[in-house]
């Protein structure tokens, strides 16, 4: 009797540690030392990249582990951190950062202090990404800026989110612009940019980000990476490795129940039922369970920096590499960067600088990819659990004509082994076999190299006045290759003769420079500070596009592919864009109160 109590007891216990580890849904309200409500708060699970925002009450609702912890952070208050520990309702109060408040944060072609700032700007700075595994700047903001909606549209890995900064202000498109150490970056690239590269973010929305002219309408991100500090030479190198897999995966029917449902969906509409034994078939083919996997992810950076009270240096690479959760052994993202920056100020009045990264990233992850027309996920989902991976015995199949048809036997998809991949004899149109469609991709790629440098001078030629200038560009070279074979996957997807296979490459350039010359006068009078700003600003873009697709090759694998060919079919193209800008920086006078906290 005491054995049987003593191994209840166990798993009394076992079930409770197991309960704990679970989520639960967490309420509360955020308010400040008055009792206020805090709209705007954003509260994030500690270690993880969920979070959300108070409401205009200042009461939040978050799903987070039993025993995790929350973190509070608002603009002009302390951060506080508070232990779930299986409470489901949380009250906190945080207390002002008047100390915050002397913060310098970056703005439109200037600087100022947190308490003198009226506009509406977040800020993100390189503390506040510390520990967290973020592999994109975009990614550096989710859960950490009032107002700014990020979410993915696919889990490929290295893809880019959606970000919406205060909702949809444009007819066109809701994408803010970049600005990375003061060069305007509206033609994508920004995940040639390291996190770990990055001394602060801030976001400018509304008024704000107006300095930028009609493109800013969506907002603008403003990125400063890191520089070297006074002091002696700091060396930092930051590993991690991982592993990334699928929290919750879909309760699909097995091959029984699957089986058992079409009977009864056929019989009650008035036909006969299609399977005799739906038991015969067994638990079948778990298709979420074939295409996804642990998927590991490593990153490697290194950091060298220094100064003296009149230079100073930062320097870094770093490596990232991450495979997908949908078939890793196909789906890559490898990125490499080099950064280095110096600043000099060998007068009092005279300060200038440059700044310089290169990245290299090739990307296999095509297969991710998710669209109306069908894709891994959808084709996991939707495609019946009868049909096997591959079959071992072609006769066994009921739709064994097909197999054997001499018309599409040579090009269905096989694996290594020889065995063709399972086409489904209930599902068709664009709902395939996954495994059999990653299969086509083999040698697909995608490929960047990303060079961006700007130089600086200032000049203080009297107290108060700094004229600025800066120039800056960004040259990149991107493309990709592909190989269409011929294939059967089902009667509605394939690539059958009279159609031949192809293969295709694209190459693209294009250069980016901004030219901005600034000058500012700031005076204290009084209870009053004054800033007074003006300037002009050029910019231009330039690009091309080459291509061409081979068809025909006299292969029948992407291994044998080549561009060396003499063939008779062959398309080719070459396409050109440039767009040049010059605008007049508005003349800006600025009055605000000072600092008295």
């Not at 580890?21 to 969920?50: E, M, R």
């Not at 310089?356 to 019946?384: E, K, W």
Request: net charge neutral.
């Amino acid at each position: 009797m005491r054995k049987k109590i003593t191994f209840l007891f166990i798993l009394l216990l076992s079930g409770i540690s197991v309960a704990l580890a679970q989520n639960i849904t967490v309420k509360g309200t955020v308010s400040d030392k008055t009792g206020a409500g805090l709209p705007g708060v954003t509260v994030n699970v500690k270690g993880t990249q969920t979070g959300t925002e108070t409401d205009v009450n200042g009461n939040f609702t978050i799903s987070a582990p039993a025993n995790g912890t929350l973190r509070f952070s608002f603009i002009g208050y302390i951060a506080k951190e508070v232990a779930v520990n299986n409470k489901f309702n949380i009250n906190v109060t945080l207390d002002d950062n008047t100390t915050g408040l002397n913060e310098v944060v970056v703005i439109g072609y200037g600087t100022q202090k947190k308490a003198t700032v009226t506009g509406a700007i977040s800020s993100v700075s390189a503390k506040d990404l510390q520990d967290q595994q973020i592999t994109r700047v975009d990614d550096a903001l989710e859960g950490k800026a009032a107002g700014v909606l990020i979410t993915q549209s696919t889990g490929a890995p290295g893809s880019a989110p959606s970000i919406m900064i205060r909702g949809d202000n444009s007819f066109t498109n809701t994408y803010p612009i970049y600005v990375i150490d003061g060069q305007i970056w509206d033609n994508g690239g920004y995940d040639s940019v390291n996190p770990n590269d990055i001394e602060s973010i801030q976001v400018l929305k509304d008024a704000s980000a107006a300095i930028y002219g009609s493109k800013s309408s969506n907002g603008v991100i403003l990125i400063t990476t890191k520089h070297g500090k006074e002091g002696t030479p700091k060396i930092s190198y930051n590993f991690y490795y991982g592993t990334q897999n699928v929290l919750k995966k879909l309760d699909l029917a097995n091959a029984t129940q699957y089986a058992t449902l079409r009977n009864e969906a056929v019989t009650n509409d008035g036909g006969a039922a299609p399977f005799a034994n739906p038991s015969s078939f067994g638990v079948g083919t778990n298709w979420e369970n074939e295409i996804f996997g642990n998927a590991p992810i490593m990153s490697n950076n290194l950091s060298v920096s220094g100064g003296t009270e009149t230079s100073n240096y930062y320097t870094s690479v770093s490596y990232l590499d991450q495979k997908g959760i949908v078939t890793p052994s196909e789906s890559d993202y490898k990125r490499m960067t080099f950064k280095v920056n110096t600043s000099f100020k060998p007068k009092k009045y005279l300060t200038f600088g440059e700044n310089f990264n290169y990245a290299y990233i090739r990307s296999t992850t095509q297969f991710n990819t998710n669209s109306y027309f069908g894709g891994p996920l959808s084709d996991a989902i939707n495609i019946d659990p009868i049909t096997p991976v591959v079959v071992t015995d072609v006769n066994a199949q009921p739709n064994a004509a097909v197999y054997n048809n001499p018309l599409y036997a040579p090009y269905i998809v096989r694996n290594s082994a020889g065995q063709p991949y399972g086409i489904s004899n209930y599902v068709a149109n664009e709902i395939v076999n996954p495994l059999a469609a990653e299969q086509l991709l083999n040698g697909d790629y995608g490929w960047s190299h990303t060079l961006q440098g700007n130089a600086f001078l200032e000049i203080e030629p009297i107290k108060g006045l700094v004229l600025r200038s800066n120039i800056a560009a960004k040259q990149a070279f991107y493309g990709g290759e592909s190989f269409n074979s011929l294939y059967y996957l089902n009667t509605n997807s394939n690539n059958l003769p009279p159609n031949t296979n192809n293969q295709g490459r694209s190459m693209n350039q294009n250069l980016e420079w901004n030219w901005d010359n600034t000058a500012t006068y700031t005076k204290s009078i009084g209870k009053h500070n004054f800033t007074i700003l003006a300037g002009q600003s050029a910019e231009k873009y330039s690009g091309y596009g080459v291509g061409d697709n081979n068809y025909g090759e006299p292969i029948s694998s992407y291994q044998d592919a080549s561009f060396n060919f003499a063939l008779p079919n062959l398309d080719a193209f070459i396409g050109y864009a440039t767009r040049i800008r010059i605008r007049r920086i508005s003349h800006t006078c600025v009055c605000r109160q000072r600092d008295r906290h």
